[in-house]
């Protein structure tokens, strides 16, 4: 047999998963163990992703982490409290929660007590509320086809479990803060969230993945959200690693009828970061919507991938995603949209923009639509170009400086994403960010 | 109103009207593909030893690839064993003029519509006639070699000018270029050759016509257009087979090469056997099409109307290499019952101020599943590069498909790249809107058809346009409903 792609990397996991099987104390034989251990006899069957893999093709995560990651560190070091704030967002009324080289920080986390909200980690959710994880761990996130929710599936023990009850409504957003700890250490971490949103019921999640410290690290985030008939949940993703760490996370959601889903994905830093996000519209009447902002520099590389796949009629979903791309940066989009059969009258958008401020960033985007229904309405537009030269003149004209006035171009151009975010404080966190980038 | 009439009239003959075979006796190589039967076509058409073994190196090479299996298409697996490689229509010596040509085959393109004596000096067209793999008639050759514009078949450019063939061939498809293009090279029977001399603008249009007569044959055929430094060049090709049960495969190569100042322009109306109602037979059309703008200010513009064959594979790209050179490609797809198209082109930006356009139309009718894709690269040293894509898809009933896949990719930050895409299908406020000036349904569907199909359908010349409106109507007959 040939060798896998990432074989040496699968050598190192397999004597860390069996390890990781006796630290469970006998728990190795429950169900939600036996999806662990095929999630990984999986994963050493199929290797890494080959760089030939379309889903991987202007993203070889498996060379780059063969290459930099070394799978058996197991150092652990602690962060301090201001490192910890450093982080946080300001401003920004929420339940904390807290999470250092993956394992949950009970220290620095809010204690929650809200009606119709439970919130538990992964590990302790799995002996209090077994029934449920059965029923959806590793349902949704394709653990067959994608090798890194296949690895976090079998490792999977540190995360969040949150269960919003039917008709709750959750005012006050849910803040995870994973942090890695660079400063002395190569943390290595899985993070498994499970998130099932009751009938009719709201909530607000945010998920910010930073690392302390300029020491590699990788993390593999996996998150599964349920959205249940008629419930609205908002969930937002703000990536902000630094210039060595690898970061790869996977977001699957099921959307079942009228419920309405939106998803905000902010990607600022890292050597490599790849964000899969994948909706399955199951009932009619739903709506979807997506933004993404990557703001890149240095030698960042940055892969977004989306797919909507509306199964059910009458659903709407909305997709924009933007970036600015500078020095050696490098963008990757790929969105796609499947229209099923049965999905008449689904009304689908997409669009992807993009602007390349040097000679050496480089954008690779694949907006892609697959309709199998006549009765939709479904369209995709995506560009990249360079601040309009006209614009930038007008502005010069008035007396404004050339830096401040790509500035004002760039602000504006990142502007309706920033606005859909609909949140003040993280708005505001975005903006701040951005200013110090455009350096006015 | 007359055009409409006709479009009428089309309609109440249902099938597919060039279905038809003749009994021509034929000269054919044993079914299967080795070494010997490389040898074998290589003798037959009495080439030198420089072409059997580029034959025989392209032959080596296809052995150890294999298929591509991410065109989006379904197809049973090809057995290449069970196909004959070479069939050619038996005749003696080779004809010198017209009148000596087999007058069975002469009669075969009355039919199709193309009088190889007469019809020519009507519109002025030069049509390089191709059979299963052979060429048998070129017209208006003497009046284009006074010009100095060499248009002849593939075979006799091999002997009358092995210079030009041997340094352009293989040039801009090479031979390890992909599966069908290594199968081609190997096996390649005939084709087109053309050579436009420097600052020559050819007076008419060019045409080659491919037949596929044979039962069980391949058709592997090769053009080759060389346009010199400020030529201008006209090309149109069309296609047809004859209605069969099995599926026949058909794997050509095309290449074009554009000097400095040159313009060539590529239209293709494709219109194999598309197998019938219920998705039995029909033609697998696997091209390679490419063409280089080398030199600065060249322009290469390819125009499809893609309405037969069951299964579709192609993408007549463009590598725009010289600065300020400019590519096009337009495109109509349409596709019924359970025929498949995968298609599209790829726009290699090299030289500095290179533009592109990209226009592609798709139509799924039936069971059909019609696919673009596509690929516009702008490399680092395309400096002020522009790109502007479109491609809509209509549908038409909800057992078809469409799917797009576009690939952008971006390496200069002067490069303006724009894409756009929209899927749809007719409104019913416009088949209405029709019926009621007492247009029934199905003239009202190919009207607002080729409506929308109409900004690539201009780009045609006129000649085709109006051939490309029938197959339309014709393709989508029964569609709706």
């Known amino acids: 047999m040939n060798k896998l792609s990432g074989q040496s990397i699968l050598d190192t996991l397999t004597g860390q998963f069996e390890k990781f099987e006796k630290g469970l104390n006998g728990q190795s034989k429950t169900a939600i163990h036996q999806v662990r251990k095929d999630a990984f006899n999986r994963l050493k069957d199929t290797g890494f992703p080959a760089p030939k893999n379309e889903e991987y093709k202007f993203t070889n995560l498996t060379k780059a982490l063969e290459k930099n990651i070394d799978f058996s560190s197991t150092l652990r070091n602690e962060l301090s409290k201001d490192q910890i704030e450093s982080v946080k967002i300001n401003n920004l009324e929420a339940y904390d929660l807290v999470f250092i080289n993956g394992e949950f920080a009970a220290q620095y986390s809010d204690n929650i007590q809200e009606k119709g909200l439970k919130i538990s980690t992964f590990e302790k959710a799995i002996k209090s509320d077994t029934e449920l994880v059965i029923e959806h761990f590793g349902k949704q996130a394709n653990v067959k086809e994608d090798a890194f929710v296949a690895l976090n599936t079998a490792f999977s023990k540190n995360g969040v479990f949150i269960k919003v009850d039917d008709n709750a409504v959750i005012d006050k957003p849910i803040a995870l803060y994973f942090i890695g700890d660079g400063t002395s250490s190569q943390p290595i971490y899985n993070v498994r969230n499970l998130l099932l949103v009751g009938k009719s019921a709201q909530v607000t999640v945010l998920e910010k993945f930073d690392t302390i410290g300029n020491e590699k690290s990788f993390t593999n985030a996996v998150n599964e959200i349920y959205v249940a008939q008629n419930a609205n949940t908002r969930y937002f993703k703000i990536e902000n690693d630094t210039e060595s760490s690898y970061h790869i996370s996977n977001i699957s959601v099921a959307q079942e009828r009228d419920s309405n889903f939106t998803a905000n994905t902010i990607a600022l830093d890292g050597a490599m970061v790849r964000n899969n996000l994948d909706i399955k519209i199951n009932g009619e009447g739903c709506e979807a919507y997506m933004n993404g902002l990557y703001m890149l520099g240095g030698k960042t590389h940055v892969d977004n991938h989306t797919v909507v796949d509306h199964m059910m009629p009458n659903s709407y979903s909305n997709e924009l995603y933007k970036g600015i791309m500078n020095d050696k940066s490098k963008g990757v989009f790929n969105g796609k949209i499947f229209v099923r059969q049965d999905a008449q009258k689904t009304n689908a958008f997409q669009s992807n923009k993009n602007i390349l401020l040097t000679n050496d960033a480089t954008v690779n985007t694949k907006p892609q639509l697959e309709i199998w229904a006549d009765d939709v309405k479904c369209s995709h537009g995506c560009t990249t170009g360079q601040l309009d030269q006209e614009a930038l003149f007008y502005l010069q004209a008035r007396g404004i400086k050339k830096e401040k006035a790509r500035a004002i171009l760039l602000h504006a151009f990142a502007s309706d994403v920033i606005q859909n975010l609909a949140s003040e404080a993280i708005e505001a966190y975005v903006e701040e960010i951005l200013a110090s980038r455009l350096e006015v | ?481």
Request: charged letters at 25%; one cysteine or more; a negative charge.
């Open chain 2, 1 to 481: 109103m007359s055009n409409d009439d006709q479009i009428l009239e089309e309609f109440t003959s249902k099938e597919y009207e060039f279905g038809w075979t003749v009994d021509l006796e034929a000269d054919e190589a044993p079914k299967g593909l080795n070494e010997d039967i490389v040898r074998f076509i290589s003798a037959k058409k009495e080439e030198p030893e420089w072409l059997l073994k580029w034959r025989l190196d392209a032959f080596k090479a296809w052995q150890k690839m294999t298929e591509p299996k991410w065109p989006n298409v379904d197809y049973p697996a090809i057995d290449y064993q069970d196909l004959i490689y070479y069939s050619a229509p038996k005749k003696g010596a080779k004809p010198k003029s017209l009148d000596e040509v087999d007058p069975e085959l002469l009669a075969t393109f009355e039919k199709l519509g193309i009088s190889l004596t007469e019809q020519k000096r009507l519109t002025g067209v030069a049509v390089d006639a191709v059979i299963d793999s052979v060429s048998v008639a070129t017209t208006f050759k003497d009046t284009l070699a006074e010009l100095g514009i060499i248009f002849c078949s593939f075979s006799e450019a091999v002997k009358e000018h092995p210079e030009l063939v041997r340094k352009h061939m293989g040039s801009v498809v090479p031979v390890t270029d992909n599966y069908f293009a290594a199968l081609n090279s190997a096996v390649f029977s005939d084709g087109s050759f053309c050579y436009i001399p420097k600052g020559v603008r050819c007076p008419m249009e060019l045409s080659t016509y491919f037949r596929i007569n044979a039962a069980n044959t391949g058709q592997f055929e090769r053009t080759l257009i060389v346009a010199d430094e400020g030529s201008y060049v006209s090309y149109l090709e069309g296609c047809t087979a004859p209605q069969r049960d099995e599926n026949q495969l058909h794997a050509a190569v095309v290449e074009i090469k554009a000097a400095k100042d040159s313009e060539v322009k590529y239209s293709t109306v494709q219109n194999w056997y598309p197998g019938d109602k219920n998705g039995k037979g029909g033609i697998y059309n696997f091209v390679t099409k490419r063409g280089i703008c080398e030199g600065d200010n060249s322009k290469i513009s390819w125009t499809q109307v893609e309405t037969g064959s069951a299964v579709t594979w192609k993408y007549p790209s463009c590598i725009l290499k010289g600065d300020n050179s400019q590519g096009e490609f337009y495109s109509v797809a349409v596709t019924n019952n359970y025929q498949q198209a995968d298609t599209g082109t790829k726009m290699i930006h090299i030289g500095k101020n290179t533009k592109s356009r990209i226009v592609s139309k798709g139509i799924s009718a039936g069971r059909s599943q019609n696919s673009y894709r596509g690929q516009v690269h702008v490399m680092k040293r395309a400096a002020n590069a522009r790109n502007f894509s479109q491609c809509d898809s209509l549908l038409m009933g909800d057992k078809c498909g469409a799917h797009t896949f576009p690939y952008i990719d971006i390496e200069n930050q002067s490069a303006q790249v724009e894409h756009e895409a929209t899927t749809s299908k007719i409104g019913e406020d416009q088949i209405f809107y029709c019926q009621q000036r007492g247009i029934d349904e199905e003239s009202a569907v190919a009207l607002i058809v080729n409506g929308y199909a109409k900004e690539v359908l201009n780009k045609l010349p006129m000649e085709f346009a109006v051939e490309a409106q029938k197959l339309l109507a014709l393709t989508l007959e029964g569609s709706v409903g």
